[in-house]
C-alpha cells in the first residue's frame, strides 16, 4: 500500500496523541540522516526520551544499508523498506536462552499444588518473562542521487520502533509514513502518532482494521501461541483455542511472518527448504548473506515463518551489522565453541571471514533483479509481490534436476565454500548437515512457473506461497503431534464429582517418549516424507532451543484450560446430587475441595479475574451447603476456625487480607 493523492492528514488542531495508547502498537518513531562527517544521526524521535543514548546508537547504525554492499545506481531517487531486531539495553546477553535438554516434565512439588495454584504460578512466570528485551524497527530508507551535494547524493531513514513483530503493520504504515515525512517533514510524524494511537488494543491472531487517514490497514496479526517470549503476551491470550487442525483459508496467520515470500525469496534454492526447516526445528545457527538488506531480511522472516505454528525461541536478526553490540562476543568466539542458536542476515561480506565458524551459510538473492527497493508495496499482509518494473523478475524456476553441469557446479561451489562470494554473489547453501527429511517432489511439481509477466508473476507467486506454506504448517504439525498427550487437558466424566482436583498433565520423560514413538512409529504423513531414522530429528529436537520453551507454553496453556474446564464444571454442578451419593468421609473430603477451591476464586478474585465473584457466590453456596450436613460435632469444630466460620456463615466473604 502507497501513499496516493487522495490520502489526507488531519489538521494540527485536531491532533491529539494518547502515549499509553500509543505505546501498544509502537516504542516511537525516529528520523535518521547518514552525515558524511558524523556519520548517522537522529534529527527526531518521538516521543522523547523513549531511548536510551546507546539505544540511539545501535538503532542509527542499523537503519542503513551497509555501503559495501550496496550496487550503486543513478536513478535519482532509491527506496527500500527492512526491518531488525536489536537487544534492548540493560537486559543480561543470554538469558533468554533456555536449557539445551530436558529430562523430565513434572515434580513433587508441583504435583501437590492445587490448579488454582498452578495457573496464578504460570501466570505470575509468564509476566515475569514479559519484559521485553528485544526492539524492532522497521525502516523506510530513501537515497537521493544529486549530483551538486558531497559524494553526489544523501541518504535518510524514517523508522518504526516497536516491542512486536508485526510485520504485517508496520511495512505497509511505512509505504504510507515513508513518503508523507518526505512530503512534510517532521509533522509526519505526530500525523502518524495520533493515528496509531486509536487504534484498538492488538489482539494476536485476529484481523484488525487500523484507521490511517482517509485509509485503512487491514491487517492479520500472528497469533499468540507464536509469539516471541518477551512480548508481553497475555496468559489469557496463550490459553486461546488453538485449531489442531490445519487453516481451512491461508490468509489466517498460523505463525510469525506470515507475509513473507518464500517462494520469490528461495526460488532459487526450493530444494534446500527441507534442510532448512529441520534446521530451524532443532534451532542450529545460519548466516544468510544477500546482496540487500530487504533481501536478507526477508529471507530471515521466510526461514522463522517455515516452522509454524511451533514458538521460535532462537534469536534472529532480520539485518545484523558490525556495529550491533552482540557482534563482538561472537567475533570473540574461541576455536571449538559452540557457535549460539541464531539466525543472522547480512549484507557485509566481512562476516564471511568474521563469523567463519557459523556451521551453516546461506546465500540468497540476486543482485541484478534489484528487488531491494519497496518488494512490500502492494503485498500489504497477504504476501502479495509488486508488478511492474522494480518488482520480482526472476530467473525461470529451477528445481536442481541432476545434470552433468549442475552436478559440477554444485562440487565447485562445495569446495570454494562461502568465501566465494567474495568475487561473485550466487544463490547457494553451504552445510555439513545430512538431513533426515526428503524433499516433498509432489509440492514442487504443483508450484507454478508464471514467465515474465509481472500480473501472471504477482498472482501465481501469492498461489506458490500458499502450497509452501500450507505444506510445512501440515509438516510441522504433524511432527509435533506425538507431544499431544502431554498438554492435553482433561474434562470431568460424566456423574463424576467436579470438585475434586483434576488429575495432573503426564508426566514427560525424554527416554520413555522416544521409547514409545519408536514402538509406535510417527504417523504415515512423516513415514512417507522422512528416512528410516526419523527418530533422531526427535532426540534433536529435544536437545535443541526450541523445545523447551515451546512444551512449556503448551504446558501452562494446558493448565490453564483444564482449569477453566473444571471451573465452569463446578458452576453448573448440583451440590445436593452429589451430598445425596455421598458418604461422611466423601462429605468432608468434598467440603474442604469446596473450601480450596473458594479460597482460590477469592485471590483471583484480586486481579480482576472474569466471572470470579459469581464463581465465589456459587462456591460460597455449595460449601454452606455441604456444611449443614455434617455431624453437630463436626459443625461446631469447624467453626472455631474464624477464617472458615466466616465462609459458612451469612456475613460478608472474607479478603484477602483477613485469611
Known amino acids: 500500500m502507497s501513499r496516493s493523492a487522495s490520502f489526507l492528514v488531519r489538521s494540527e488542531a485536531d491532533l491529539k ?3 499509553k495508547s500509543l505505546q501498544q502498537w509502537v516504542v516511537g518513531f525516529c528520523i535518521i540522516r547518514f552525515d558524511l562527517e558524523q556519520g548517522q544521526l537522529i534529527e527526531e524521535c518521538y516521543p522523547a526520551g523513549c531511548l536510551t543514548h546507546n539505544e540511539e546508537l545501535e538503532v542509527a547504525f542499523s537503519s542503513f544499508p551497509d555501503s559495501v ?16 531486531r536489536v537487544r534492548r539495553q540493560g537486559n543480561p546477553q543470554g538469558a533468554h536462552l533456555p536449557s539445551s535438554e530436558i529430562v523430565e516434565v513434572n515434580n513433587t512439588h508441583a504435583s501437590q499444588m492445587t490448579a488454582s495454584d498452578k495457573v496464578l504460578k504460570q501466570r505470575s512466570k509468564i509476566q515475569t518473562e514479559a519484559n521485553s528485551r528485544y526492539l524492532y524497527g522497521f525502516v523506510f530508507n530513501r537515497q537521493r542521487h544529486d549530483e551538486r551535494l558531497k559524494r553526489g547524493g544523501e541518504q535518510k531513514s524514517v523508522l518504526i520502533l516497536s516491542h512486536n513483530p508485526f510485520s504485517s503493520v508496520f511495512r505497509p504504515l511505512l509505504q504510507i509514513m515513508g513518503p508523507l515525512y518526505f512530503d512534510i517533514g517532521k509533522k509526519a510524524l505526530n500525523f502518524i502518532a495520533s493515528y496509531v494511537s486509536m487504534w484498538p488494543v492488538p489482539v494476536p491472531g485476529q484481523l484488525m482494521e487500523l484507521p490511517i487517514g482517509n485509509a485503512t490497514l487491514k491487517v492479520n496479526l500472528p497469533p499468540a501461541h507464536c509469539m516471541p517470549l518477551d512480548c508481553g503476551v497475555l496468559f489469557e491470550e496463550l490459553a486461546s483455542p488453538i485449531a489442531p487442525f490445519l487453516p481451512s483459508s491461508q490468509s489466517v496467520p498460523q505463525g510469525l511472518f506470515h507475509d513473507a515470500d518464500l517462494f520469490g525469496t528461495f526460488r532459487g534454492l526450493l530444494m534446500q527448504l527441507w534442510k532448512l526447516w529441520e534446521l530451524l526445528l532443532i534451532g542450529e545457527p545460519i548466516l544468510i548473506i544477500a546482496p540487500t538488506p530487504p533481501q536478507c531480511c526477508e529471507a530471515v522472516a521466510g526461514l522463522v515463518s517455515l516452522v509454524a505454528p511451533l514458538l521460535c525461541s532462537i534469536d534472529f ?20 565453541a559452540a557457535f549460539p542458536p ?5 549484507t557485509n561480506l566481512f562476516f564471511l571471514k568474521s563469523l567463519r565458524r557459523i556451521p551453516h551459510v546461506l546465500s540468497v538473492g540476486n543482485p541484478v533483479m534489484n528487488a531491494a527497493r519497496l518488494p512490500f508495496s502492494a503485498r500489504a499482509s497477504t504476501g502479495r509481490i509488486p508488478a511492474g518494473p522494480e518488482g520480482l523478475s526472476l530467473p525461470n524456476l529451477s528445481l536442481n534436476r541432476f545434470t552433468p553441469s549442475n552436478f559440477l557446479n554444485a562440487m565447485k561451489l562445495r569446495r570454494d565454500g562461502p568465501l566465494c562470494l567474495m568475487t561473485e554473489h550466487k544463490e547457494a547453501f553451504w552445510s555439513s548437515y545430512a538431513p533426515i527429511t526428503k524433499p516433498d517432489t509432489s509440492i514442487l511439481n504443483r508450484l507454478i512457473d508464471a514467465g515474465m509477466s509481472p500480473r501472471v508473476e504477482e498472482s501465481m507467486s501469492v498461489v506458490n506461497n500458499d502450497i509452501l506454506r500450507r505444506h510445512f504448517l501440515e509438516l510441522t504439525t504433524n511432527f509435533l503431534a506425538p ?6 487437558p482433561t474434562t470431568p466424566s460424566e456423574g463424576s464429582s467436579p470438585y475434586v482436583d483434576p488429575p495432573p498433565l503426564p508426566t514427560f520423560n525424554v527416554e520413555d517418549f522416544l521409547t514409545s514413538l519408536s514402538a509406535r512409529g510417527p504417523g504415515k504423513f512423516l513415514l512417507k516424507r522422512m528416512k528410516s531414522n526419523w527418530l533422531d530429528l526427535y532426540r534433536r529436537f529435544l536437545k535443541g532451543h526450541n523445545f523447551l520453551p515451546w512444551f ?8 490453564q484450560e483444564q482449569y477453566r474446564l473444571w471451573r465452569q464444571a463446578r458452576m453448573r454442578a448440583d451440590i445436593q446430587h452429589f451430598i445425596s451419593r455421598m458418604s461422611e ?11 480450596r477451591h473458594l479460597l482460590g476464586e477469592l485471590q483471583q478474585s484480586t486481579t480482576l479475574e472474569a466471572g470470579s465473584d459469581a464463581t465465589s457466590s456459587k462456591l460460597r453456596e455449595d460449601l454452606q451447603a455441604v456444611f449443614h450436613v455434617l455431624p453437630k460435632d463436626m459443625q461446631q469444630l469447624m467453626l472455631m476456625n474464624p477464617e472458615r466460620a466466616a465462609l459458612v456463615r451469612d456475613d460478608e466473604l472474607p479478603s484477602k487480607s483477613t485469611r
Open 552 to 559: 512449556q507454553r503448551k504446558r501452562a496453556v494446558a493448565e
Open 585 to 595: 468421609l466423601e462429605i468432608v473430603d468434598t467440603f474442604n475441595a469446596i473450601e
Open 342 to 346: 541464531m539466525i543472522l542476515g547480512v
Open 69 to 84: 554492499s550496496q550496487n550503486h545506481n543513478r536513478s535519482s531517487i532509491h527506496d527500500c523498506i527492512f526491518f531488525f
Open 317 to 336: 536478526r532480520p539485518y545484523f551489522t558490525i556495529h550491533d553490540p552482540d557482534f563482538a562476543h561472537l567475533n570473540s568466539l574461541q576455536e571449538g
Open 483 to 488: 507431544f499431544g498427550p502431554y498438554y492435553r
Open 17 to 19: 496523541v494518547d502515549e
